[in-house]
């Protein structure tokens, strides 16, 4: 049984190491297996199978070449993924532009509502500053409303401070008291 522990291996009178092939190292491939984790929910367009964000894949990546390959000196990566159920490969590349990534082929980016809202926001930030640069009316008028804004926060933020003031002021010893006043005035009735 002590004989399979060993550690050392046999080596025959007669070995000679520089006859053992050496294989020089070349080129490392770029395209290498990555295990990570779906970064949005797709839909399949082959299939159809719907794949949710956080889902764990063996995914093949690889740098992207050409004048698309860098935005502002941070590299772009395009991943190679497989469908769940029908095995076909769609690919995925980093925006580092949009902080996100943008899927490129097979499959359909599912609907994210908090991207809309986003889009909103920003049109209408767009809109508001457009209006005040041509008309200085609007500009008074929005500065206004802002103000209002403000004062209404404010008006919130006092009413809240006094309320806690109010029930910093009460002690524990003065509720128990004044229970133990109440039920027995209930016990007497």
Do not use: W
């Amino acid at each position: 049984m002590g004989e399979r522990k060993v550690i050392n291996k046999y080596f025959p009178p007669d070995f000679d190491p520089t006859k053992i092939p050496r294989h020089k190292k070349g080129n490392i491939n770029p395209n290498f297996v990555v295990r990570m984790m779906l970064p949005m929910s797709v839909r399949c367009q082959t299939c159809g199978e719907y794949m949710y964000k956080g889902k764990k894949f063996n995914s093949r990546k690889e740098d992207v070449e050409g004048p698309e390959g860098e935005y502002l000196g941070i590299k772009i990566f395009r991943f190679y993924f497989k469908c769940i159920t029908c095995s076909a490969e769609f690919t995925i590349k980093t925006d580092p532009k949009n902080m996100d990534y943008e899927v490129e082929a097979g499959v359909r980016r599912n609907y994210e509502p908090y991207k809309d809202v986003e889009a909103q926001k920003k049109a209408a930030l767009e809109a508001r500053e457009a209006s005040e640069k041509d008309d200085p009316m609007a500009k008074l008028e929005n500065k206004t409303k802002d103000s209002k804004i403000e004062m209404d926060i404010l008006d919130a933020l006092d009413e809240i401070r006094t309320q806690n003031a109010r029930h910093a002021s009460v002690k524990v010893d003065d509720v128990i008291e004044l229970h133990r006043k109440q039920s027995a005035k209930l016990s007497a009735a």
